[in-house]
């Protein structure tokens, strides 16, 4: 079902054998060092921090006052490629070690001895479970055709018998809650100023008044926020309440993230940094997972709360139908299981929500205009009512029997749906119980209906207020299969994608809403891990070493756990996600920002010292560093070179293209054995045809290894200028360009054509967009078309925002308005087609390299849609292979989902989102499309892959936002296309053996034969001596038909006179 291969080395993460490397330093660690190096350091960092400190506060003064900064920022991230660092400033670049470092001329081990037990796991077929689910068999069986289901309007009529819990009561665990978006329609800063810091406030007071009453909390970067700003009494008060059980904490995380979007290692860093906090200073493990609002959910974040210890977890935002169909077929509450997992290792306890929301109104049971009668904060004369129109009432001795009938019935009928006597009925709401009146109106009111029902047996229930562990401990209890030593629980096993809360209301835009800063995590999350791990490597040697020398390290520290806590809040279920407030947008992406520029010194101070040969003479002086980063390379005259450190932070021997700009055309590049190296000068062209310059050279560095490059002046005998040719239809160009040869034929139609040593790539003349594809290694040719295409928004009352995706039908075919300007690049290291269109600026590049970088065509795309209304522009790819229905799309960079486009879903249900790839296959062929940020994707058509850009909206689409998407950047989305031929199944072969027919009768007694006869029974592990029989499967003489009930793997059965063939693969 699933064969990964090449693709996860594309973009630097890992296959098969290879471990992903992460260091993650613990607090402790460093306080120890702090206390050893109290002195020096300190004065040193400060100096470092006031600078620092300035450029922040100009910074963020400038954010806040204009856009021009955000320019800055889309450099950085247009120019942030490759971490490159500049020697200038050190002493004498002599002392630099090349000891670690192998010669970097040896060409790499291209092709690697790769055991075949490694890499068969995605190939394997995985079993359904007997009592299994997978949900992409449940979209099979829906309909989708939405009835109006009553009441509760999205399902069905709920009833039951007077007498069903006469035998075991009904257990009811009410459990308060308040959602807190670190960030959504405020900043996550204002949001603690207004309300959170009095949510918390008031729930040590209003908790400890009755130890019957209880809360639950999420989100870590608020509650650590706060626990900063309270005194040591009130941290005694909250921990007493985790001990007594009244507060818990759930999911432990810094924030409730996106599960669209965010990467693993981000969800990790999120994860991590929360359940650290917790350890120190609460000492909670959190035991249950809680996401009610995130968009959708995904089977990965399943696995990282299984593996971070958690027992069980809930999940609000599914879609509608599929609740139904849950409810309906009581499996709301199920284990989760992972599409590749062989048993029940993954199986985490899951609880879906079966209404619409997770507010008062749609938890207490099917009928909204009742349960929004038991949210008390509603009560006349509040800020707040009911959309019903029918108010709560205060409980009083008065009515408290009638209201108790009225809600112990949307609870019974609420119990139907699941197969236990237990029920959870959560209580609250996004940023409740602010006020003092609010926690007294809640508790007090429940506290009497409750009171009422646990004294009238009649009643045959049990409420009170809980935890959501105090649920799930209630539910083990009473799921628990008598014979068996396991809950008698369905197994459920994909993701829930894509979200649907009501009609046809998919939440497929957010998968690509406000990329420019979709893009930047990923630039502060590969800074992080990298920063991180040569930290890490410094810092042990620092220590082995014994000599400090003042190394930063406090300050390095403070300012990579400020990076992840800012990636952290980044996957919040409105940031990454692209769902809030212009305002709130612009204050996480100074934070990205900030913490990019951070990460960079940490890089920077690390590898100075690691990368020392006589580490004597280090010193660290922040106000004239070792090594520095530059854009420009200027460089000195004749006889002496700059320096530049390379770094790997991938796991694996990495060779790649780095690229610097130059004030040269005349470079040459010298490893630090003096060895010259391959490299190009090429233009950068400051717009379409105006140029300055660049150099790319071939590096190749060892995993988490630094290497060390020279650049130097040479007017002979150093990197080549690339060529270029210049088209455009029927229009005169003019080119100011020096040092470079440019070709401007015109009217020429035939295709152009870039080539390296693994692939060919055919461009239109007129678009310059890629038409054809060449595999080298076989001689393949395929139809590849690039195009763009627009959608519209649709006429109807509801239309696209930030969350939802509702086009105006299929995509109409981008057309520019004037025929474009193309650029086509040759050099030695690479070669790439350029167009710039209107909107977009589209390259398709590859690399002169061997290994997984030339293996790949590049491609750019900088997108431009501010001038545009309500549009959304998409790339499409559009190719021979034979696809059909079938695409696969990743979840979080972690794992494939299988996805099938249907006809009788909506388009924008058929959009998914793409963390990072998507591919598509037929019996011979892979196309898979990398992508380097998260954006929506679809496969409409057979052999078509189609990715969602930008979209500019303009207006709000009903989900509390309150604003259309309209702070569109110029934003560079970047891609990989990878074709890959299915190998041919290696090593098979067909088996074909004849049982002779002897007659023993005779008398020629000896029958010419050198071993025992065995009445036609062969062991198949005894056919070959030295060669195992990976598969066996028995088929037609000819190998055309497979053969019903072959023989079993073990043993092959023939009768006399008979001729068999098997199919077989010898390993
Ligand atoms: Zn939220």
Redesign the pocket.
């Known amino acids: 079902m699933m064969k990964l291969s090449r693709q996860f080395t594309v973009f630097g993460s890992a296959i098969f054998c290879v471990v992903v490397f992460s260091l993650y330093l613990m607090l402790d660690h460093l306080q120890l060092d702090h206390t050893k190096s109290p002195n020096g350091g300190d004065r040193l960092q400060n100096g470092q921090l006031s600078i620092l400190q300035d450029k922040i506060d100009r910074l963020e003064r400038l954010l806040a006052e204009n856009n021009e900064i955000i320019a800055n920022i889309r450099d950085s991230v247009i120019n942030l490629k490759e971490s490159v660092k500049d020697g200038r400033g050190g002493p004498d670049s002599g002392n630099m070690s090349q000891g670690p470092y192998p010669d970097l001329l040896v060409s790499p081990p291209l092709v690697l001895p790769i055991d075949s037990q490694d890499c068969q796991f995605a190939a394997r077929q995985f079993s359904k479970p007997a009592d299994g689910v997978q949900l992409l068999d449940v979209y099979d069986l829906l309909t989708f055709d939405n009835p109006d289901g009553g009441v509760w309007k999205q399902g069905f009529d709920i009833t039951y018998q007077e007498n069903e819990w006469d035998s075991e009561p009904l257990q009811v665990y009410l459990v308060p809650h308040s ?1 807190n ?1 670190p960030g ?1 329609l405020k900043t996550f800063d204002d949001y603690y100023r207004d309300q959170t810091q009095h949510i918390l406030n008031n729930m040590v007071v209003k908790l400890n008044e009755d130890s019957r009453r209880k809360m639950i909390w999420s989100e870590i970067s608020y509650f650590a926020k706060w626990w900063d700003n309270i005194d040591n009494q009130k941290r005694d008060a909250v921990k007493s309440l985790v001990e007594r059980g009244q507060l818990e904490i759930t999911t432990g995380g810094w924030v ?1 993230p996106d599960e669209a979007n965010s990467h693993y290692f981000a969800l990790i860093d999120q994860l991590l940094e929360g359940h650290q906090w917790l350890e120190k200073n609460l000492g909670v493990k959190p035991q249950t997972g809680w996401a009610v ?1 995130p968009f959708g959910h995904s089977p990965t974040q399943a696995y990282l709360l299984k593996q971070a210890g958690l027992a069980n977890m809930l999940i609000q935002r599914v879609h509608y139908s599929i609740k139904k169909h849950f409810a309906s077929q009581k499996t709301l509450e199920f284990f989760w299981r992972q599409n590749w997992d062989p048993a029940s290792s993954t199986d985490m306890l899951c609880h879906m929500m079966p209404f619409y929301s997770y507010d008062v109104p749609h938890t207490c049971g099917p009928d909204p205009k009742v349960c929004c009668q038991f949210d008390f904060k509603r009560l006349p004369g509040g800020r707040v009512s009911c959309p019903w129109r029918i108010p709560p009432q205060p409980i009083t001795d008065v009515n408290v029997q009638q209201r108790v009938q009225m809600l112990l019935d949307q609870y019974r009928k609420k119990s139907k749906l699941f197969r236990t006597k237990v029920l959870m009925v959560p209580l609250g709401d ?1 940023f409740r119980y602010t006020e003092a009146l609010e926690w007294d109106q809640q508790f007090q009111n429940y506290q009497k209906l409750f009171d009422y029902m646990n004294s009238h047996p009649e009643l045959h229930v049990k409420a009170q207020f809980g935890t959501i562990s105090d649920y799930f401990g209630a539910l083990r209890k009473s799921a628990m299969d008598p014979g068996h030593a396991s809950l008698s629980l369905p197994v459920v096993s994909g993701d829930f994608f894509t979200y649907a809360d009501r009609d046809d209301h998919y939440w497929s835009g957010y998968f690509t809403s406000r990329p420019f800063y979709k893009r930047l995590d990923r630039i502060l999350e590969s800074h992080l891990r990298g920063a991180e791990i040569l930290f890490s490597l410094a810092l042990a040697n620092i220590q082995r070493a014994g000599k400090p020398n003042g190394f930063p390290s406090v300050e390095s520290y403070r300012l990579l756990t400020e990076a992840r806590r800012n990636l952290g809040l980044f996957q919040h ?2 940031a990454i996600a692209g769902t809030g407030k212009e305002l709130v947008v612009i204050d996480y992406g100074t934070r990205l920002f900030h913490s990019i520029l951070n990460l960079k010194q940490v890089m920077v101070n690390s590898a100075h010292w690691l990368i020392l040969k006589d580490k004597n003479a280090y010193s660290h002086n922040p106000s004239k560093a070792f090594l520095q980063m530059f854009k420009t390379f200027v460089l000195p005259k004749c006889f002496s070179s700059r320096s530049v450190v390379i770094y790997n932070p991938t796991e694996q021997d990495r060779m790649s293209v780095v690229t610097v700009y130059v004030n040269t055309p005349h470079v040459r590049v010298d490893t630090s054995h003096s060895h010259p190296i391959p490299a190009q000068v090429s233009a950068v062209w400051d717009d379409a045809t105006t140029a300055s310059t660049e150099l790319s050279f071939v590096v190749q560095v060892p995993a988490l290894g630094l290497g060390v490059y020279h650049l130097s002046k040479a007017e002979e005998g150093g990197a080549e200028t690339a060529q270029y040719l210049f088209l455009r239809q029927g229009g005169e160009l003019s080119l100011s360009v020096k040092h470079f040869t440019v070709n401007n034929p015109q009217d020429d139609t035939t295709p152009v054509s870039i080539h390296n040593p693994h692939l060919q790539v055919w461009s239109s003349a007129t678009t310059g967009l890629m038409e054809r594809l060449k595999l080298k290694e076989d001689g393949s040719e395929h139809r590849i078309k690039v195009e763009f295409a627009w959608y519209g928004t649709t006429s109807s009352r509801d239309k696209s925002g930030a969350y939802l995706f509702l086009p105006d039908g299929e995509a109409k075919m981008y057309s520019p308005a004037q025929s474009p300007v193309i650029r086509v690049t040759k050099g030695s290291v690479f070669s790439e087609i350029t167009t710039t269109f209107d909107h977009v600026t589209h390259t398709l590049r590859l690399y002169n390299v061997q290994g997984v970088d030339g293996q790949a065509v590049e491609i750019c795309n900088s997108v431009d849609i501010r001038g545009e209304f309500n549009r959304e522009i998409a790339m499409r790819l559009t190719s021979d292979l034979d696809s059909k229905d079938r695409f696969f799309t990743d979840l979080n960079g972690f794992q494939i989902q299988p996805r099938r486009t249907m006809a009788k879903l909506p388009l924008q249900a058929n959009f998914y989102p793409m963390t990072s790839m998507a591919y598509l296959q037929d019996s011979g062929t892979r196309m898979t499309l990398l992508s380097a940020q998260s954006l929506g994707s679809a496969s409409l058509k057979s052999g078509q892959l189609e990715v969602i850009m930008d979209r500019r909206l303009n207006q709000d689409d009903n989900r509390g936002l309150g604003q259309g998407v309209l702070d569109n950047k110029v934003t560079s989305n970047s891609f990989r296309l990878l074709l890959e031929k299915r190998a041919k199944t290696d090593n098979e072969a067909a088996l074909i053996l004849h049982r002779k027919g002897f007659d023993c009768a005779l008398s020629n007694r000896n029958t010419g034969l050198l071993c025992a006869t065995t009445q036609g029974k062969i062991r198949t592990e005894k056919l070959f001596s030295n060669l195992r029989l990976g598969s066996i499967a028995a088929v037609s003489l000819t190998l055309m038909h497979q053969t019903e009930g072959g023989s079993s793997q073990e043993e092959i059965s023939l009768k006399p006179m008979e001729i068999s063939t098997f199919r077989v693969q010898l390993t």
Do not use: R
């Open positions: 959602h978006d959504w409730m609002d996004d279920h409105d």
